[in-house]
Each structure stands twice: as C-alpha cells, then as structure tokens.
C-alpha cells in the first residue's frame, strides 16, 4: 500500500507541474524563467522520489524465494486434492519464507540447505521457518501426478540399500506407515528416509514441527533426507480430516522414486543433504 501511495503522490506531483510548466510559457520574462525553473526542479524531485520508492521496495539479493510447484496444483489427484495443495503452497509455505527473511535480514547469506545444520541452536523462528521452508522445497519434488509416478521405480543402488536396510520396499512402507501413525509421531511433523553418514545404510526417523534431520540435535546424528513425508494437518485434513493413515498409505501412489533415487545418489556420493530450491 505504502508503495501504491508514493507512485500516486509522485504522479499527481508530475501533472501538477506540467499544468503550471504549461501556464508559465504563455508568460514572458523573468517570471515565466523562474516558474520553468521550478518546474523542472519539481519534476526532477518527484522522478527522484518514485525512483527511491521503487529501490526501497525492491527485494534483498539474498532473500529466500517461494519455489513454484513443479505440476498444477490438481495433478496429485484423486490422492492429495487441489484446494490442499494451493492452500499448502501459496499459505503455508509462503509464510515460512516470509518468516525465515525476516529472521535472517541482515545477516551473511547462506543456502537453505546450509542453514539447517544449525538451525536449532539459532533459535525458534530460524528453526521452525527455515526448517519449514527446506521441508516443504523438498516435498514438492518428490512427487509427481500418479501416472506418471506409476512409472518410477527405485534405482539399483537404491534398492539394494532397501533391501539391506529394511529387507524390501513393501516392509519399507509399512514400518514408514506405522512411524506417521498419530500414535507415533503424535501432533505435527514429518516422517523421512534418510541415508546414514557412512552412505551405507537407510533410516527412518521421524521429527516433531518443521525439524528435520539435517539439523543438528534433531536426531542421534545428522542423516541425510532422500524421501520424507509432511503429516501436519493442513496437508490432508481438508480430504482427509482425521484419516492420517489413509493419507499415508494413499501417499505412495504420488511418490516420485526417479527422483527419490536421484536424491539417493546424490548423497551417497556427496555425504551431504540435497539442496533445494528456494
């Protein structure tokens, strides 16, 4: 609003001494000199202040963005609803960004995956929106419409660590399922597979609010993220209501496992989290 009213000061301003530079050059003299005069050093002053508001409300260089989904906000139908998605992206997770560059303003830029490790020690609002913000970047790319998802499969390298690590891919999902039961993991949070420092190994965790393993103190170590699922509320209780299990087991249909595969790879080689976008 404030933005709006100075473009609209600045413009009445500019008609307001075009008119009087209008009137003054029916005058001869040394009057109609010294009205041109101001004239021109008002409109210089009112091209002057529109320029400043526009700076002053540009964007800091380093502020984290909302990223945009990467499908239309129905393509997870029927298992996650249109309305739960726009609210969820253009809401919730625009109010994360919102709070985390209001958190870090002036302070040294760092990546959204960066900012994790030490997240809790920052404090509340660094934890919660930074983690919020990480959270659901990474959600967003793990699942794609279902038939497409239909056609995914865990890679080789990811099998095997599925297999080694729970014995298959259906014990998996029902030790997964069981973790994001309301009973286990009660109130908000979200429930991950991770890969373990040594990239040898896969682990279920499961991690309160916006938490998440990368963040020192949330878990016995920090893991590395490669599939995680958001069991707050507002991501299923407009379909969903208190069905939390039937949103999980209903999740799968959507899971992305080129891309959860991929973000296996990544971190085995690199013994690090999966940057994001935003």
Request: net charge negative.
């Amino acid at each position: 609003m404030k933005f709006t009213a100075s473009l609209l000061a600045a413009a009445l301003a500019l008609n307001q001494v075009q008119a009087w530079s209008s009137l003054s050059m029916k005058v001869d003299g040394p009057a109609s000199s010294r009205r041109a005069f101001f004239s021109q050093g008002a409109a210089a002053t009112a091209a002057a202040v529109a320029g400043t508001v526009v700076v002053a409300n540009q964007k800091p260089a380093n502020a984290y963005e909302l990223p945009d989904l990467p499908y239309p906000f129905e393509a997870l139908e029927p298992y996650i609803d249109a309305p739960t998605m726009k609210i969820h992206h253009d809401k919730h997770h625009a109010t994360y960004v919102a709070n985390i560059n209001k958190a870090t303003e002036g302070k040294p830029a760092v990546s959204l995956l960066e900012l994790q490790a030490n997240a809790i020690e920052a404090g509340a609002a660094v934890r919660n929106n930074g983690g919020g913000h990480y959270n659901h970047a990474f959600f967003w790319q793990e699942m794609a419409p279902a038939d497409a998802a239909s056609k995914t499969a865990p890679s080789p390298q990811l099998q095997a660590l599925i297999d080694s690590s729970f014995g298959s891919l259906d014990e998996m999902k029902k030790q997964f399922e069981a973790r994001a039961a309301p009973g286990a993991l009660f109130g908000s949070g979200w429930v991950w597979i991770c890969v373990n420092q040594a990239g040898d190994a896969l682990k279920l965790v499961g991690t309160p609010n916006q938490d998440n393993p990368l963040m020192k103190g949330a878990a016995d170590e920090i893991m590395f993220p490669i599939l995680g699922l958001d069991v707050w509320e507002h991501a299923y209780y407009l379909k969903y209501q208190n069905r939390r299990p039937e949103y999980v087991s209903n999740w799968w249909n959507v899971v992305n496992w080129d891309k959860v595969s991929e973000n296996c790879a990544y971190v085995v080689e690199n013994h690090a989290g999966v940057p994001v976008q935003g």
